[in-house]
T-cell receptor
Framework: DQQVKQNSPSLSVQEGRISILNCDYT??????FLWYKKYPAEGPTFLIS?????DKNEDGRFTVFLNKSAKHLSLHIVPSQPGDSAVYFC???????????FGTGTSLTVIP | ETGVTQSPTHLIKTRGQQVTLRCSSQ?????VSWYQQALGQGPQFIFQ???????GRGNFPPRFSGLQFPNYSSELNVNALELDDSALYLC????????????FGPGTRLLVL
């Protein structure tokens, strides 16, 4: 049972434009959400997080939006750069839990 | 500040064998979580260790076991290897049991023949 879903396996965006990566979850107990970036042959690198008490968190070019009623979060990257090309995973956990549930990832390609 | 390290980077085993993977947590972190990532999938939680005790387990059989040492480093042991155990094994450390951002190591790629 996949509790975190990333329905787009891949996304291509022109350099300088906005990249929007989407993630849906089913468990209403989730209250902490993260995005990780993964390059081939490396472990996931933490990018940005958001707690359920917020609906937006921004860090430089990266912004995460959380819509609790829709159980949906998204990651916006503006402007997109070729170095952003990687697989992006969203992950979720509950405050009482000890594991993160990951989506299957979205492969982002930023075209120069 | 050193990050999470894992050894070995790659490993080839045959079905039925046993394997031990190792992880050193990031300095200041007392919690280690292990994940299995199959090809084309997201990481799946195996278990977590907090202060040398297992602190939660995912849907993995008992032949997956672990340890955490007083310096917070950790081992993942897998007995009676099966072909489906071929995957990238990721270790993540965090600064408190349970929630909190987890920081991943580079992983160990295991191939079972």
């Amino acid at each position: 049972d996949q509790q975190v879903k990333q329905n787009s396996p891949s996304l291509s965006v022109q350099e300088g434009r906005i990249s929007i990566l989407n993630c849906d979850y089913t468990n209403s107990m989730f209250d902490y959400f993260l995005w990780y970036k993964k390059y081939p042959a490396e472990g996931p690198t933490f990018l940005i997080s958001i707690s359920s008490i917020k609906d937006k968190n921004e860090d430089g070019r990266f912004t995460v939006f959380l819509n609790k009623s829709a159980k949906h979060l998204s990651l916006h990257i503006v402007p997109s750069q070729p170095g952003d090309s990687a697989v992006y995973f969203c992950a979720a956990s509950s405050n009482t839990g000890n594991q993160f549930y990951f989506g299957t990832g979205t492969s982002l390609t930023v075209i120069p | 500040e050193t990050g999470v390290t894992q050894s070995p980077t790659h490993l080839i085993k045959t079905r039925g064998q046993q394997v031990t993977l190792r992880c050193s947590s990031q300095s200041g972190h007392n919690t280690v979580s292990w994940y299995q990532q199959a090809l084309g999938q997201g990481p799946q939680f195996i278990f977590q260790y907090y202060r040398e005790e297992e602190n939660g387990r995912g849907n993995f059989p008992p032949r997956f076991s672990g340890l955490q040492f007083p310096n917070y480093s950790s081992e993942l042991n897998v007995n009676a290897l099966e072909l489906d155990d071929s995957a990238l094994y990721l270790c993540a450390s965090s600064s408190r049991g349970g929630g909190g951002t987890q920081y991943f190591g580079p992983g160990t790629r295991l191939l079972v023949l």
